[in-house]
């Protein structure tokens, strides 16, 4: 593992467009933050594909590669209003829609033999807490949903756990950029700056928080 007088790095994870979209906000903003220092760590941005098949490869590349102390991995989810927080990661693939390869597995682990679910290793509830004093919409959110970005944060946390002991990582959710929210009726967005502002923000928390905050943050449904 990289130690502190390293130069630490923080992999910063997003997504390639999908689903009919020319662009995606987690692409975006990862490539905003791609070089940055952040208390410290240097982020190192990459972009998965929106494949079942190729990405978890690749994200296992990118950690041998980097060794980074902190793991964010992000991506869209159309429709929702706020930077949405994961906190548990499902081993279950549904895919509601293709992939980028046409792939469409349905009730399929993310990896075969792995545990059921995994919860996130990040600060959550600290980073929630922090972006609201900033005025930046987030939530914790529940279920990271059952397709790529949920493989991409159970396998994330599954490679974590079994080969890289004392390394972070969690996943959060952006919502539509304006010009994408445009082409769908009444639906939300968010504008890239807030987005990159709110993912900096979580970064650096989590980066100095190692105990989580004790706050209510469950739902009733």
């Given amino acids: 593992m990289t130690t502190p007088t390293e130069n630490p790095t923080i992999l910063l994870t997003g997504f390639e467009p999908f689903a009919g979209e020319h662009i995606n906000p987690s692409q975006e903003l990862v490539r905003v933050l791609d070089g940055e220092t952040i208390n410290g760590h240097r982020v190192v941005g990459a972009i998965l594909p929106v494949a079942f098949a190729s990405t978890l490869s690749m994200l296992e590349a990118l950690l041998e590669t980097h060794r980074p102390a902190l793991v964010l991995a992000t991506g869209q989810a159309g429709g929702r209003s706020e930077l949405s927080i994961e906190r548990i990661a499902a081993n279950l693939i549904d895919a509601r829609i293709a992939d980028a390869d046409g792939l469409q597995p349905i009730d399929e682990p993310a990896i075969v033999g792995a545990p059921a679910a995994y919860f996130s290793t990040l600060p959550v509830k600290a980073m929630l807490a922090r972006l609201r004093v900033l005025g930046i919409p987030a939530a914790l959110s529940q279920s990271a949903g059952t397709y790529v970005c949920n493989q991409v944060f159970f396998g994330l ?59 209510a943050g469950g739902s009733t449904h």
């Fill in 157 to 215: 946390a599954h490679i974590v756990a079994t080969q890289y002991p004392g390394m972070r990582a969690g996943f959060v959710h952006v919502p539509w950029l304006p010009e994408q929210a445009a082409r769908h009726q009444g639906q939300a967005s968010m504008a890239l700056e807030t987005m990159v502002a709110g993912v900096r923000a979580a970064v650096g928390c989590a980066i100095a928080t190692r105990r989580d905050l004790r706050l």
